[in-house]
C-alpha cells in the first residue's frame, strides 16, 4: 500500500486566492483527519471524518475553511480567502477504526502552504 | 481547558544512554494515550500505544508508562541510538487524539 497521499507537497500563493489540499486514504480506512502544524502552536486537529461522514470540525478556524469527502477514499480541504496566517504544513491521517477507538492514525507527507 | 505538556527544550543524550521524554496532561481523563515519532520534513509515524489499565507498555527499545493518578506518561529509550534522534509527540485520547507540542530528542555518538 501506498500509505496517506497528500497533494501537493508545497504550495505557495498570494493572500487572497483560494487554496485546495487533498488527500487519498488508505484503502480500507474509514477515518480521516485534517491536521495543521505550526512551530507555536504544534499539531491541531482541524477536522475528523468518519464513514464519510464529519464527526468534529470544532477546530476549524473560521468560515474561511471547509473540507469534504466526496467519496470514501477522498479529501479536499480548502481555504478561500488565504491568509498569510493560514501558512503552515497541512497533514492527513486515516485510520481503520473511529478516533474514540483504540486505532492508530497513518499521516501523510503533508503540504507545506505559504500564503505571502 | 485540556493541556498537554511535553519538555520544549530539546533533550541531548549520548549513545547508549536512556532517554525519558515526559508528558504531562490536565483537565481530562483519557482512555489510551499514543507516542509518535516524527523526522524533520515527514508526518508523525505511530510508535505505541497504552491504555488507562495498562502501568506499562514495551516494544523492542522503547517502554511507555502511563500513570492516571499524576496524569503522566514517560516514554523511555534504551541503549539510544543517533537514529533515535527526532520529535516525539504524545497524544492522549478521549474522544480524539489531541497532540502535544513534541519533544525533540538528539542523541549524539
Known amino acids: 500500500d501506498a500509505g496517506v497521499i497528500q497533494s501537493p507537497r508545497h504550495e505557495v500563493t498570494e493572500m487572497g486566492q483560494e487554496v485546495t489540499l487533498r488527500c487519498k486514504l488508505i484503502?480500507?480506512?474509514?477515518?480521516l483527519f485534517w491536521y495543521r502544524q505550526t512551530m507555536m502552536r504544534g499539531l491541531e486537529l482541524l477536522i475528523y471524518f468518519n464513514n464519510n461522514v464529519p464527526i468534529d470540525d470544532s477546530g476549524m478556524p473560521e468560515d474561511r475553511f471547509s473540507a469534504k469527502m466526496p467519496n470514501a477514499s477522498f479529501s479536499t480541504l480548502k481555504i478561500q480567502p488565504s491568509e498569510p496566517r493560514d501558512s503552515a504544513v497541512y497533514f492527513c491521517?486515516?485510520?481503520?477504526?473511529?478516533?474514540?477507538?483504540?486505532?492508530?492514525?497513518?499521516f501523510g507527507p503533508g503540504t507545506r502552504l505559504t500564503v505571502l | 481547558s485540556q493541556k498537554i505538556e511535553q519538555n520544549s527544550e530539546a533533550l541531548n543524550i549520548q549513545e547508549g544512554k536512556t532517554a525519558t521524554l515526559t508528558c504531562n496532561y490536565t483537565n481530562y481523563s483519557p482512555a489510551y494515550l499514543q507516542w509518535y515519532r516524527q523526522d524533520p520534513g515527514r508526518g508523525p509515524v505511530f510508535l505505541l500505544l497504552?491504555?488507562?489499565?495498562?502501568k506499562e507498555k514495551r516494544k523492542e527499545r522503547l517502554k511507555v508508562t502511563f500513570d492516571t493518578t499524576l496524569k503522566q506518561s514517560l516514554f523511555h529509550i534504551t541503549a539510544s541510538q543517533p537514529a533515535d534522534s527526532a520529535t516525539y509527540l504524545c497524544a492522549p485520547n478521549t474522544d480524539k487524539l489531541i497532540f502535544g507540542t513534541g519533544t525533540r530528542l538528539q542523541v549524539f555518538p
Open positions: 491521517a486515516s485510520s481503520l477504526g473511529p478516533a474514540e477507538g483504540y486505532n492508530e492514525q497513518f
Open positions: 484503502s480500507g480506512h474509514n477515518s
Open positions: 497504552i491504555r488507562e489499565n495498562e
